[in-house]
């Protein structure tokens, strides 16, 4: 199977010098994958569920979400198309530890866990590649946490919109936001409602415009400054 992602796990394998090869080559998983697409609001997997199945991303986004007893949805992560592999949290793990539900139109590749482990004995190169996605998660889950973590709500949403800011993006630009006020008030630990209030104030000072579905950065040197803490909204932008 040829892979034209040069962003998926398995699309190479890392050369001496640790940089990735172009894309376009076999891959090298190709007899434990297939190409997958789920519509917006279709479910990758259920956690509990057997981990029958792992998905490395070429287009579109996935929230990661997580139940509580009572049946309440917690969006605890996001995925997008990288070096990620969706549905891994270690080699052991025999059952899904979390939901994954297509926030957008998502094209994956589908790859049968197992069959991946059996073939890490026979493709020395596999084991590297599983390293770096690994190492992707928790660099990805720090990034998560730093904006979860922040004190002020202004800069816990400032950092989710950097966060979802196209790689290729950096400075003022233009993107489609999958994401409602809801969904973010749900990973971020606020209200709705104290979400569209600080968005709304953000759209005052011109620092984004958020019509329904998009975000507009208006002036990213002022939404860093929200992000960091070191510029200041209003009072309101200091309720929890």
């Given at each position: 199977?040829?892979?034209?992602?040069?962003?998926?796990?398995?699309?190479?394998?890392?050369?001496?010098?640790?940089?990735?090869?172009?894309?376009?080559?076999?891959?090298?998983?190709?007899?434990?994958?297939?190409?997958?697409?789920?519509?917006?609001?279709?479910?990758?997997?259920?956690?509990?569920?057997?981990?029958?199945?792992?998905?490395?991303?070429?287009?579109?986004?996935?929230?990661?979400?997580?139940?509580?007893?009572?049946?309440?949805?917690?969006?605890?992560?996001?995925?997008?198309?990288?070096?990620?592999?969706?549905?891994?949290?270690?080699?052991?793990?025999?059952?899904?530890?979390?939901?994954?539900?297509?926030?957008?139109?998502?094209?994956?590749?589908?790859?049968h866990h197992r069959a991946l482990l059996d073939h890490i004995y026979d493709k020395p190169d596999l084991a590297m590649c599983l390293i770096v996605a690994m190492n992707?998660?928790?660099?990805?889950?720090?990034?998560?946490?730093?904006?979860?973590?922040?004190?002020?709500?202004?800069?816990?949403?400032?950092?989710?919109?950097?966060?979802?800011?196209?790689?290729?993006?950096?400075?003022?630009?233009?993107?489609?936001?999958?994401?409602?006020?809801?969904?973010?008030?749900?990973?971020?630990?606020?209200?709705?409602?104290?979400?569209?209030?600080?968005?709304?104030?953000?759209?005052?000072?011109?620092?984004?415009?958020?019509?329904?579905?998009?975000?507009?950065?208006?002036?990213?040197?002022?939404?860093?400054?929200?992000?960091?803490?070191?510029?200041?909204?209003?009072?309101?932008?200091?309720?929890?």
């Amino acid at each position: 199977m040829s892979c034209n992602s040069n962003e998926c796990p398995f699309s190479g394998f890392w050369s001496e010098n640790s940089q990735r090869r172009a894309a376009d080559i076999n891959c090298l998983v190709a007899d434990a994958a297939q190409n997958v697409t789920f519509k917006t609001g279709e479910v990758l997997f259920v956690e509990g569920e057997s981990s029958l199945s792992l998905y490395a991303l070429t287009s579109g986004m996935v929230k990661i979400c997580s139940h509580s007893a009572d049946g309440r949805e917690q969006i605890v992560g996001l995925s997008s198309p990288g070096t990620l592999l969706l549905g891994l949290q270690s080699l052991s793990d025999n059952r899904y530890a979390y939901t994954g539900i297509a926030a957008t139109p998502v094209g994956a590749c589908r790859i049968h866990h197992r069959a991946l482990l059996d073939h890490i004995y026979d493709k020395p190169d596999l084991a590297m590649c599983l390293i770096v996605a690994m190492n992707a998660q928790l660099a990805h889950s720090r990034a998560l946490m730093q904006v979860v973590g922040h004190k002020c709500a202004a800069a816990k949403i400032a950092s989710f919109i950097l966060l979802m800011t196209p790689k290729s993006e950096h400075g003022n630009c233009n993107f489609s936001m999958p994401f409602s006020r809801m969904d973010m008030a749900s990973f971020l630990g606020l209200s709705e409602e104290t979400v569209c209030r600080l968005m709304a104030n953000m759209k005052r000072s011109g620092a984004v415009y958020a019509p329904r579905g998009r975000i507009e950065i208006r002036d990213w040197d002022q939404l860093l400054a929200i992000a960091e803490g070191s510029a200041r909204l209003n009072k309101v932008a200091h309720t929890r």
